[in-house]
């Protein structure tokens, strides 16, 4: 009980505080920018040819827009009234593509973006923890060596080419892969094995491409981390003792190792609802990436907020699920 | 200090490895001061050569050597990398430690600003503010800005391992004879945190360059300042890699690798050098010859 | 353990590939041969589903307006013609331009078999001066006191003043216009600014069949009675019978799309892509067979725009001394390979409009003088590109008067040097210096990650000025920040492409001086390069008077393109083009410059008239 009052409640202060301040910066960035919404409308009809015989008019439309956007009044008005929607649930419309709900844009490409980055931030971290354990165990091993080489040179190389090249080479020189989409055209959406193995062929790509530089990441990161602990006493004492080296490494080594590890892969999938935008332009992956880009370049304040907000949440209930669960993880801990 | 890194040298294959290279890139770096080109200007040699004993590394389709190019980018990009690293590491290692060590409110008010900057998602903030400050962009100021969301990762990660080494006896006996807060973070739980700190280091100054080209392949860095990234956009916006000009679309790859082995096996090998457990295991080594 | 999953993973991935043999045609279910694969303009849409066209802000040109939505008549730039779609004739104008009579076609019938009458056009006029918000609604309630049929074929509208232009609202000059809604779905929807239209009822000759939730695509099939429309009527059967209309991604898939027959009209490429594309599929095409290539027929055209309330460039000997520092060969050979028409006047240099206009006004050009007596016209530019053309290996054929534009502007820094100096700018050590002393530092804004080639040009002048001794530094901006510096006029140079074609007469009304808003406050009207000429609004308040199509008309145009040069508010360089490739390995006779019976813009509205002249190649 006391731990609790202790303990968890200001951390749950903690978290509300953090989302608070994190909207907030979040609405107030773009409207200090010079983007806004009602002219980004106005110049895409101008420069699409909308053919008014007097400008006037077009001065008209604007001050109507700028109604049905909820735009006028000032700063604060419009941050209040937005909290006011947030906590009835209604992220209100998307000024670019009026009057669609932000909502709904939202969850029409959220199970894409889930899907797509949920598993391959588990894949990568369950095989990159593996083998950097391994390689940062083994040390010595010529395996373990070649391993870090690759590890090493991968990495580093620039999403946007790694993306680009495997596009290049699995979708054109050798087109084993289809080279856009989330599934192919003129296929209904469904339950059905042909739609499933349709949508894993065109996730292939994708997913390959972010697995191999997120492997490169969780491998180098674990095998420095082992290679510290293998030096620790007990490790020591335990390969006197006998014990295989295969028990040691997986029971005493990695499960100290990956302490870390977790804190970072639970942060990491709190932040999937920002998208990976390079990944949708490079392989036409439909994802919230892309969403959000538009929005910015629009000036969409509604949609800029309800991507944020989830993104934001996102991550804050991740760090504070972790807070919450660490004593589990690690016994050693404890909090005064 | 020199013995020190001599004697590294001699010893660690990886820091030998590692040091070579990252003084081969700072000497290109510097030899950029020497260019005969102005890396702004366009058109100083024929578009599209490949390598040649004139123009060492060819040129590309804006008519530019790659070679002295390439040498400003390794400068301009080397310096944004180690100005976002120097400062977002120092102000995360402190709030790290000192959070991580006093607990309580401080810790509670220090990590809520901290997880504030990590809960914004970075992308879009980032291409909010460059439009905003386009006109005066510069590297400093990229720095700057990306420091600003790579500091707290920090933060977390240091407080995490001093919550882990608070408990640790000797901890508690520092306390006990008298250290305070400060000198205890500053001397006790530090050098714990150092191989962290460096490999954080080496992780920042790659994240800012990756960010550099991020923004850069969206024309939001200085797009006529030569970096790795905006050289990377340049190379894509000309379709270097479908036209098979591999000499400019592969040699800021390659730079950002060797880039990334070099100041990684650096840290590594440094690291292991400051570690005092694996020093421990060293000088164990040493006398007794026994095999780690 | 470890290695069973390895071994399982393996196998998976094998399986999978396996699988994929088959997996590469776009379309499984569909005959290729019987489809015609479009780029979508927009990439991809948020909301694929909404197409409720007369909400402002909804993009058409993924298809809907070039399959399912038409309008009154089509002005084609190519050819300077108008086509009568729904209206069966040029309008009648009456009581001095307050009155205008427009029949329509009959035989006409909307996809869902209810005929299209006088009853829709009304219709469409009335709701949207109904309901504030909506496209056109402003504009209608400027001038319409009523709008009526006369009988089921006859339209007939009483303005409040006299517009000789009005039938510019019904006519797709540049991309669309105020297509006709169905009467009988709008008359039920309360609120139309949150109504989808979808399922969308036809007037073109095809039907929605099916679109991607995501956005990436959507699939036309043409209507069973294609007679009943007007494009049935003009022009015949739309050869396709079923239309894709897809977004692959950024240049390089768009290139390996049609290098692997899987895309057969491509928007625009950059001129690499196109390069790549070339040597890559013998069977793409844009406009001219061998170099240049391009099409450049396009209606606007790029300027170094500058801020004219801004100094020094509210002096027209700088803007001349500008003009006259660039030198447009070098300009249009190493910033674009030779591949650009030169543009010096105020209207685009198109097919149609050199004969109109340039070629008319040459002798002017070449006698036209500055103050100071120096001729600038340079007619030997259109030769000196081919040279260069030649000097690189490229076939060239054709007329290069023709392709590369008659002339431009001659390549003169030292009469530039002589305007600057005589206005107190001092040239110190090879740089030039303000008359208040402060060194010459421009500022070119240019786009960050579109429209290429005004990127390419803000750098190519920059480095002519640069040459000339001025500090030049070029600035490229994302769209939002570039349009919005652009209408608040928060620039000083910069690269816009601000002028017209056909669409000249509505464009240039914005110049108007009763129209123009300071530097800081948006530019509603156009004119952001804040132009203030006493005798532009003499000529325009003339011009207001006419009816764009009469010879009164064009000579007033005529004289507002001298003055322009005369006073040379922003120097235009070169027309806008595109490189908008066709594959003809499943589909020819698409326009080309042997055959240019139409524009080829596969995103406006007036695409539809194209598809009856296409031909099937005959390959599966």
């Not at chain 3, 997996?23 to 489809?35: A, D, G, N």
């Not at chain 3, 010879?551 to 070169?574: Q, R």
Request: with cysteine; net charge positive.
């Amino acid at each position: 009980m006391n731990f609790l009052k202790r303990y968890i409640i200001p951390r749950l202060i903690q978290y509300f505080i953090v989302i608070f301040i994190g909207i907030t910066v979040v609405f107030l960035v773009p409207r200090l920018t010079p983007l806004d919404p009602v002219v980004t409308v106005l110049n895409r009809m101008t420069a699409y040819g909308a053919q008014y015989l007097d400008p006037s008019a077009i001065e008209k439309l604007k001050e109507t827009m700028m109604e049905l956007y909820g735009l006028k009044g000032n700063v604060l008005e419009q941050y209040l009234k937005f909290w006011g929607r947030l906590f009835k649930g209604d992220f209100g419309p998307s000024l670019s593509i009026f009057p669609t709900p932000v909502i709904s844009i939202i969850m029409n490409s959220l199970p894409w973006t889930a899907g797509l980055l949920i598993t391959v931030a588990l894949l990568s971290w369950i095989i990159g923890n593996i083998l950097g354990g391994l390689a940062g165990y083994y040390g010595d091993r010529n395996w373990a060596k070649i391993l870090g080489l690759l590890a090493m040179t991968i990495y580093p190389i620039p999403y946007y080419i790694m993306a680009l090249v495997l596009l290049i080479l699995f979708a054109y020189v050798f087109p084993l892969f289809p080279m856009t989409g989330g599934y192919s055209v003129g296929l209904t959406p469904s339950f059905s094995l042909e739609f499933i193995l349709n949508v894993l062929k065109h996730a292939f790509l994708p997913a390959l491409s972010l697995i191999l530089i997120g492997i490169g990441w969780w491998f180098l990161s674990m095998r420095s981390l082992t290679s510290t602990i293998v030096s620790d006493d007990y490790v020591v004492y335990a390969q006197i003792m006998g014990i295989p080296s295969r028990r040691i490494l997986f029971q005493y080594v990695m499960r100290n190792a990956l302490l870390p590890q977790i804190t970072n892969l639970a942060l990491q999938i709190g932040g999937i609802f920002s998208g990976s935008l390079i990944t949708e332009t490079v392989f036409s992956y439909p994802g919230l990436g892309q969403m959000l880009y538009m929005a910015i370049n629009n000036g969409d304040y509604n949609l800029i907020m309800g991507i944020a907000v989830f993104s934001i949440v996102g991550i804050a209930t991740a760090a504070l699920l972790i807070d919450l669960l660490y004593p589990l993880f690690d016994p050693r801990v404890r909090y005064r | 200090m020199f013995l020190v890194i001599k004697d590294l040298y001699k010893s660690d294959k990886k820091f030998a490895f590692g040091f070579t290279v990252l003084m081969i890139l700072i000497f290109l770096a510097l030899i950029s001061f020497l260019s005969p080109y102005d890396p702004k200007l366009w058109n100083v040699a024929p578009k599209n050569l490949p390598p040649s004993f004139k123009y060492i590394l060819g040129t590309n389709s804006m008519g530019q050597d790659i070679f002295w190019n390439l040498t400003h980018a390794i400068k301009n990009s080397l310096f944004l990398g180690s100005l976002t690293a120097v400062i977002s590491i120092f102000v995360g290692t402190l709030v790290g430690l000192v959070a991580g060590y006093l607990g309580g409110r401080t810790d509670r008010i220090l990590m809520s600003i901290n997880d504030s900057f990590i809960v914004i998602p970075s992308l879009p903030i980032l291409i909010l503010i460059s439009s905003i400050i386009k006109q005066h962009i510069s590297i400093v100021l990229i720095a700057v800005i990306l420091s600003l969301f790579s500091w707290p990762w920090g933060g977390r990660q240091v407080r995490s391992i001093v919550l882990g080494l608070r408990e640790r006896e000797f901890t508690y006996t520092a306390n006990f004879s008298g250290m305070d807060t400060l000198k205890i973070v500053l001397t006790e739980h530090l050098p714990f945190v150092i191989p962290w700190v460096m490999a954080n280091f080496i992780n920042t100054i790659l994240w800012a360059i990756g960010m550099e080209t991020t923004l850069a392949i969206y024309g939001l860095s200085s797009l006529e300042t030569p970096t790795i990234g905006t050289t990377i956009y340049w190379a894509l916006q000309y379709q270097a890699l479908l036209r098979g000009i591999w000499w400019w679309i592969f040699t800021p790859v390659l730079i950002a690798i060797l880039l990334f082995i070099a100041l990684y096996l650096l840290s590594v090998s440094i690291s292991n050098y400051l570690d005092p457990r694996t020093r421990l295991q060293r000088m164990r080594m040493k006398e007794g010859g026994l095999e780690a | 353990m470890k290695k069973i999953s390895i071994l399982l993973l393996f196998i998976l991935l094998l399986s999978l590939l396996g699988s994929s043999v088959t997996f590469s045609q776009v379309l499984p279910k569909l005959p290729r041969h019987e489809t015609l694969i479009v780029d979508a303009l927009h990439g991809r849409l948020a909301n694929p589903k909404d197409f409720n066209f007369w909400k402002p802000g909804v993009s058409v040109g993924n298809g809907t307006q070039q399959m399912l939505l038409d309008g009154l008549w089509y002005l084609d730039p190519q050819t300077g013609k108008t086509i009568n779609a729904l209206a069966s004739s040029a309008p009648i104008y009456e009581n001095n331009f307050k009155k205008m009579t427009v029949k329509l076609r009959s035989g006409i019938y909307w996809s869902d078999g209810k005929p299209f009458t006088a009853d829709d056009v009304v219709f469409t006029v009335t709701y949207l001066m109904a309901h504030p918000g909506m496209s056109y609604s402003d504009a209608f309630n400027r001038y319409v006191s009523k709008v009526y049929k006369k009988d089921n074929y006859t339209v007939v509208f009483e303005l409040k003043e006299s517009v000789p232009a009005f039938h510019y609202l019904f006519t797709s000059i540049v991309y669309a216009t105020c297509y006709i809604m169905p009467k009988h779905v709008f008359e039920k929807v309360q609120d139309p600014l949150k109504f989808e239209f979808n399922p969308p009822v036809s007037l073109g000759p095809y039907l929605l069949k099916q679109y991607d939730p995501q956005g990436y695509w959507w699939l036309f099939e043409r209507r069973a009675d294609w007679k009943r429309t007007s494009v049935g009527q003009l022009y015949g059967m739309p050869k396709p019978r079923y239309v894709l209309f897809i977004y692959y991604g950024p240049d390089e898939k768009k290139v390996m799309s049609q290098a692997q027959h899987q895309l057969d009209l491509i928007f625009d490429l950059t001129p690499e892509a196109w390069e790549i594309l070339r040597k890559s599929n013998p069977y793409s095409r844009v406009w001219y067979k061998d170099f240049p290539w391009a099409w450049m027929d396009d209606v606007r055209a790029r300027i170094m725009a500058m801020n004219l309330e801004k100094a020094p460039y509210n002096n027209k000997d700088v803007r001349w001394a500008l003009t006259l520092a660039t030198d447009i060969v070098d300009v249009v050979t190493s910033g674009f390979d030779g591949i650009a028409r030169v543009n010096p006047l105020w209207i685009c240099a198109t097919e149609s409009l050199l004969k109109e206009y340039y070629l008319p006004l040459e002798d002017w050009l070449k006698n036209f003088a500055l103050e100071d007596g120096f001729k600038p016209w340079d007619p030997t530019v259109p030769d000196r590109i081919v040279d260069y053309a030649k000097k690189r290996g490229y076939t060239f054929s054709g007329n290069p008067r023709e392709i590369f534009g008659i002339g431009w502007w001659k390549y003169a820094p030292d009469e530039a040097e002589k305007l600057l100096t005589k206005n107190g700018f001092k040239k110190v050590g090879g740089k030039w210096y303000l008359p208040d002393g402060t060194p010459w530092k421009i500022t070119i804004t240019a786009p960050a990650n579109f429209e290429i080639h005004a990127t390419r040009l803000a750098f190519a002048v920059a480095d002519q000025w640069r040459k000339f001794g001025i500090d030049v530094n070029v600035e490229t901006v994302e769209a939002g920040p570039f349009w919005n510096k652009w209408n608040l006029g928060d620039f000083e140079v910069g690269s816009y492409w601000e002028v017209p074609a056909t669409d000249f007469y509505n464009f240039v009304q914005g110049y108007h001086s009763r129209f123009l808003k300071p530097t800081g406050q948006v530019a509603t009207a156009g004119n952001q390069i804040r132009w203030k000429n006493p005798k532009l609004d003499a000529l325009l308040d003339q011009l207001v008077n006419l009816q764009p199509e009469s010879p009164k008309a064009k000579s007033i145009v005529m004289d507002i393109l001298k003055l322009y040069v005369e006073e040379m508010p922003a120097p235009v360089f070169i027309i806008n083009l595109k490189f908008n490739a066709q594959d003809h390995y499943y589909w020819t006779n698409f326009p080309t410059s042997d055959n240019s019976y139409m524009a080829p813009v596969w995103w406006w509205g007036q695409f539809k008239f194209i598809l009856p002249f296409l031909q099937p190649t005959g390959r599966r």
